[in-house]
């Protein structure tokens, strides 16, 4: 351990600051963890285990300019008058993952993008587990990055990167780098603009070396304008559903999915329609894990099985229950509206849509067909519904109001006939009604089952 009187300020006490503090403080620097809001109960036992210092509903600004270091919640925007402060005043603002990153030297497998990311994330993890490797998943989904190097470390991590967690990433490098979609999200947070959220989720790949790997979709013209004008040191394998190639992965004519990153006696080749996970957003999370598990050498056997028992991660197109043959589908992981794309363009049935929350500035045209073709209705679950009904009264006749899940469950439910789908995908942010997506995505469940 190193011997230091470095004082280090955590801003935000949730999984990702009290990781951070509990790393900090077993590195031997003074731990302030301060918060505007309030702590959760079991973060304040966590830190009362560790005899760390804490403070809520307010920060002691003293304290915090007169630290030597700051580690920031993802949830923190850059531009709030505290952090502008601290970087004029030259005090190091960083992310919860760049600080974790320098007490480990274990195989980083980091994956982002607007869309796709937990689910590669989850798959990546099932496939190394089952190769056996010593993996552990963290990120932006369970538990942070920096309490498993402090508490439970491993040799392998599979870490899920948001682009806030990447703005705050400086020294960090990734051994693997995944980068799935750029498609509009949090734009509230780029400045309304496109190519500064893309270079943000571009941050992957900083600071790799020839020894690495860039994985990326070859069919994200966004993501290849950027390539072309990058000079990008890591070996590239892009995948693609459009063309073949001589390495990566990519879809033959006779719906085979080929991958291959090293020689052909490795080549990996399965039908797409044995993807445990079906449709084009899916074709494309089960070819990045291909190619991770062709990159780690692990037997093609196993990559094949793999992808093909590879079980859904809750909270994304989550079957619920079937009432009267109306079936319940729980999306609500979909926080945006590329994601809410890929759950619509998925309903097979005809469908009483659940949306609405939090909008981060977002642009419904793109939903609009779909909406025709797929949505007898639209319950709109947030506290300002406006633009839903703006962007959609045009084509859809009903559509209601509800301010809970019990009420939105209610009337779907009513509005729904033998043989459709309530589907809850909602395309926007949950804090205006939940604690997060988990906690909607929860009680919708539970409003379902009490039907």
């Known amino acids: 351990m190193e011997t230091t009187n470095k004082n280090i300020v955590i801003l935000g006490g949730g999984e990702s600051g009290v990781g951070a503090a509990i790393l ?20 304040k036992l966590d830190l009362n285990a560790y005899g760390i210092e804490w403070e809520e509903n307010g920060h002691t600004l003293e304290r915090v300019y007169s630290a030597d270091e700051v580690v920031k919640s993802p949830g923190i925007p850059d531009t709030v008058s505290l952090i502008m402060t601290l970087r004029e005043k030259g005090i190091s603002v960083i992310s919860e993952i760049e600080f974790a ?34 993996v552990a998943l963290c990120g932006n989904i369970g538990n942070s990055f920096a309490r498993l190097v402090a508490e439970d470390p491993h040799e392998f991590y599979v870490i899920e990167l948001s682009s806030f967690q990447l703005d705050g990433m400086y020294e960090f490098k990734a051994e693997v780098a995944i980068l799935l979609n750029i498609t509009p999200d949090h734009l ?87 993807l445990a996970q079906q449709g084009k957003h899916n074709a494309y999370n089960s070819m990045a894990s291909g190619i991770t598990g062709s990159i780690l050498k692990i037997r093609k056997e196993l990559v094949r099985e793999s992808l093909s028992d590879f079980q859904n991660i809750e909270h994304r197109l989550e079957p619920v229950v079937s009432v009267h043959g109306i079936e319940f589908i729980n999306d609500s992981k979909a926080t945006n509206v590329n994601s809410t794309w890929y759950a619509l363009e998925s309903m097979d049935k005809p469908t009483i849509w659940i949306a609405g929350g939090v909008d981060k500035g977002n642009d419904y045209t793109m939903l609009q067909a779909l909406v025709k073709q797929k949505v007898k209705g639209i319950i709109c679950l947030g506290t300002d519904n406006s633009k839903l009904h703006e962007a959609f009264s045009g084509d859809i ?21 033998k043989g459709y789908n309530v589907l809850l995908s909602p395309a926007c942010a949950s804090f205006d009604l939940f604690d997060n997506y988990e906690d909607r995505g929860n009680q919708f469940k539970q409003a379902v089952r009490g039907l």
Not at 226 to 239: L, T
């Open 24 to 43: 900090a403080q077993k590195q031997g620097f003074n731990v302030l963890v301060s918060d505007n809001g309030q702590l959760k109960e079991k973060y």
């Open 101 to 134: 990153a320098r007490y480990t030297e274990s195989f980083k497998v980091c994956i982002t993008g607007s869309n796709g990311k937990t689910t590669t994330a989850h798959m990546v993890f099932h496939l190394l587990s089952k190769a056996n490797f010593n």
């Open 188 to 274: 509230d947070r780029y400045e309304y603009s496109m190519d500064k959220y893309a270079e943000s989720k571009f941050r992957i790949i900083q600071n790799q070396t020839e020894q690495d790997y860039f994985i990326h979709n070859l069919d994200d013209e966004l993501i290849q304008n950027k390539i072309n004008n990058k000079q990008i040191r890591a070996k590239q394998f892009p995948f693609t559903l459009e063309q073949q190639l001589a390495e990566g992965a990519w879809l033959d004519n006779e719906q085979q999915i080929n991958i291959l990153t090293n020689n052909k006696q490795q080549q990996t080749t399965m039908s797409i329609h044995d």
């Open 397 to 417: 006749e009903d559509i209601y109001d509800a301010s809970s899940a019990n009420e939105a469950v209610g009337l779907a439910y009513r509005l729904a006939k």
